[in-house]
């Protein structure tokens, strides 16, 4: 229990500034018996949406733009004065109020769909402020509907009337399939509020996905970005299950190993399929312009976003319960050691199923992948089949005369192993070069290299005979060589 309050503290802390709300949605979240899973959840923190007055009682204005999870009746009410209203404001971090209406808003949640869920609870925070204590024109009543039948009253402060203070209305034990929340408010006072505050939904999992360690791994890390980049974090579904996003988190370890910066990955019900990447970060503008984006869809944006620095660090994968999924210890000469500058290049996994903290495990995204592949396969990921260096050269000859058919020269590497490197060479028959086409490029397990025909300066050479010779090496003094002829036969003018 201990462990749980000091992760709750953290998540708390990081959640300022309305702590009152998020300490009792916290206390239901961590503490039921059954550990329960929010369903749904309304905290009203766009201002401003609901109807007010004009100053003339046959006027009124609303406003309900962006809102489709609430809606509001108000044909029963007569708004006299301009600063009369029942909508949203901004106070103690947002929430509903109700300031002289003269007659009954209906305030309904949309139907929300509670078929994979039991034992669901709702509860809401049902307050007023002033001396106003007649309980015919002030109050708040909460009411639920389950699978469209009638109105049925909370039993714990569904009904609210006159000068009560503060409550909070609950509902719970439902089951059923489908669920929708409505309150009456009323207020004819011009000094009081009637107040709807922080309409929570939660329940227990009917077939809860039980994510073990190993279904889900840290896959790739970019800790130290290029200026005005951003760091990201990627993650692997390596099971066959639908792992529900909403219940992970992602976080950090200060100076004595204590978790820090626990941030939830989304509040939306997402889930990752089976065999699938997830990139996550705070901003994909911070990475979009700086690596190939394969897959757009693959990228979760986080509101908020550990700060790893940049020359070691703690990346850490939580499940809802505070279990560790995965965690990765992270230092910067883990990098391969071509690197003199380190800024926009990520570390990647090499297996699934070696240990995550195992330093020959990861590696330098390659070169040819642009020094990262967030949100697919990994430059770097081990070719299990691979019992040697292969490299193959295609076609014999080639026209760069874009007619679709063998426009470009293509070096295919296959290597028996992450950490080698390469340089390319293009000659012609005089033995004088022409064209790098790598240069101690990083090489990953699987790269295909082209050429267009043309020299370093982008010039097109003349038809005719080529010599490639290609180098594959690493630091541990493996060299080998590769010799290919390939005959340029025309070009597009």
Known sequence: MCAKVSILLLIVNAMKPNLLKLLTYSFILFFSPVLAQEIWHESFSVPDKGVWGTGDENVIFSDFEGISNWSLNYEQVMLDNEDDYAKTVSTS?????????????????????ISAYKNITIQ?????????????????????????????????????????????AQQSGINGTTLQIVVYLNNHYASDKVILDEVIVSGEEKNPVIIKPGDLVLNEVLFNPVPDGEDYVEIYNNSEKEIPLNKLYLASRDNDM????????????????????LALTKDTLG??????????ECFLQMEKFPSFNNDDDYVVLLYS??????????????????????EGIALERISFTQPTNEAQNWHSASTQSGYGTPGYQNSQIMNEEAQKISVTFQPEAFSPNNDGYNDTYSIDLLMDS???FCNILIFDTAGRRLCKLADNSVLGTHEQISWNGEDDAGNSLPIGPYIVMVEVFNTDGTVERFKDGVVLTDRFE
Request: hydrophobic content about 30%.
């Open 93 to 113: 971090g947002g929430r509903f109020e109700c300031r002289d209406i003269n007659g009954e808003v209906i305030w309904q949640s949309e139907v929300i769909d």
């Open 124 to 168: 809401l925070d049902a307050n007023e402020t002033g001396s106003g204590a007649n309980e015919t024109t002030k109050y708040l009543k909460a009411f639920y509907v389950l699978d469209n039948g009638e109105e049925q009253a909370f039993e714990t402060n569904g009904d609210n009337r006159g000068n009560w203070g503060q409550a909070v």
């Open 258 to 277: 204590e978790l820090t910066q626990v941030y939830a990955l989304t509040s939306e019900r997402k889930k990752l399929p089976p065999n699938k990447y």
């Open 287 to 296: 990475v979009f312009p700086w690596f190939e984006i394969k897959c757009p």
């Open 321 to 342: 319960d505070m279990e560790i999924i995965d965690e990765f210890y992270y230092y910067e000469k883990m990098h391969s050691p071509i690197f003199y500058d380190r």
């Open 418 to 420: 992450p950490g080698y």
